[in-house]
């Protein structure tokens, strides 16, 4: 099948249309909506699959959520959020997409969003541990549907690291506020 004139004249007023409204959106500042959708397409398509192979795998859809497995799953992608965000340790997985800016914290660095286009959303997604929670969740959420005891095995690591963080925070205030380092 080939493309007729009109075909033509349609994606023609499209892209128009998609150029005038990230003009009305972005009211001067560079914002990267063609990045964002391409994000959110990527994330469908994530979790398709996901739903998909839980599908396939045959295994039923529980009634309602475990409280216990919806507190597991909120702290351990908190934690993994982070870790994945912000760490120091993880920096060369966000390396080609962000730009170093200093320190953020115990063990936490601040980048920003290298600029060129298509490495600015994949910088923002990888730098922001709200945006990385999603994925985070979405993933969790998955193994618990098809690989439980594993899922959970790995929550429970990830949730005790959150508590032994909050362990390490609460002991340095006490110490700065023993000594008196405040």
Known sequence: MGTTPNDNGLARRLRAALHRTHGEYADGDDRPLGGYLAAMTTFGAYTTAWAVAVRRSGRPLPERPDPWD????????????????????????????????????????????????????????????????????????????????????????????????????????????ATGDE
Not at 132 to 153: E, I
């Open 70 to 177: 919806v507190a597991l799953t909120a702290v351990a992608t908190f934690r993994l959020s982070r870790l994945l965000s912000k760490a120091a340790v993880t920096s060369p997985l966000r390396a080609p997409f962000t730009r170093y800016v200093g320190p953020e914290g115990p063990a936490e660095l601040h980048e920003e969003a290298r600029p060129e286009s298509g490495r600015e959303t994949v910088g923002e997604l990888m730098t922001c541990p709200f945006c990385t929670s999603v994925w985070v969740a979405s993933t969790l959420t998955a193994g618990l549907l098809l690989a439980p005891r594993a899922t959970r095995t790995a929550m429970g690591a990830l949730t005790a690291l959150a508590g032994a963080d909050a362990l390490q925070l609460g002991h340095a205030a006490l110490v700065r506020k």
